[in-house]
C-alpha cells in the first residue's frame, strides 16, 4: 500500500483498508502474536461468531465488528497474528500496514500470558 501517514485525511485512510466508521465512532484494532487469542476477544465484544483455531495463521485478513461501551459506538478490527512490525508474510503485512498507517484511535494487544516474553 502507498500510504505514509501524513499523506492522507482519516476518512482516506479508512476507505483504503476498506473501512467505514460513522461519525463519532471510535477504531480499535486487536493486534498481537497468532494465536493468543484475539479472535476469541473479538467474539466476546462484538457478539460475532468468528471462526476461531488453536493455529497459527488461522485469521489472514481483516476482520470487522462494532460493539457499544459507555455509548460510545467502537468499530473493532480483527488483525492476523505477527511476531513483529517487520512483516515477513501478507497476513503479517495487513497487521503491520492497519497499525502503523490505518490510524486506529487505539490498538489492543492480547498476549499470552503464559510466555509474555515472545509475546
Known amino acids: 500500500m502507498d500510504l505514509t501517514n501524513q499523506s492522507w485525511d482519516n476518512k482516506t485512510v479508512y476507505q483504503a483498508f476498506g473501512l467505514n466508521p460513522i461519525q463519532g465512532q471510535l477504531v480499535m484494532a486487536l493486534a498481537g502474536n497468532p494465536n493468543t487469542g484475539k479472535s476469541t476477544v473479538f467474539n466476546a465484544l462484538t457478539g460475532l461468531r468468528q471462526h476461531t483455531g488453536n493455529w497459527p495463521g488461522k485469521t489472514v485478513l481483516k476482520t470487522e465488528g462494532t460493539f457499544t461501551h459507555k455509548n460510545t459506538r467502537i468499530l ?3 488483525l492476523p497474528g ?5 512483516a515477513t508474510s501478507a497476513d503479517e503485512q495487513v497487521a503491520r500496514d492497519f497499525i502503523c498507517l490505518g490510524r486506529p484511535d487505539a490498538t489492543i494487544v492480547v498476549a499470552d500470558a503464559t510466555c509474555l516474553e515472545r509475546n
Open 76 to 78: 473493532l478490527v480483527d
Open 82 to 86: 505477527t511476531y513483529s512490525l517487520l
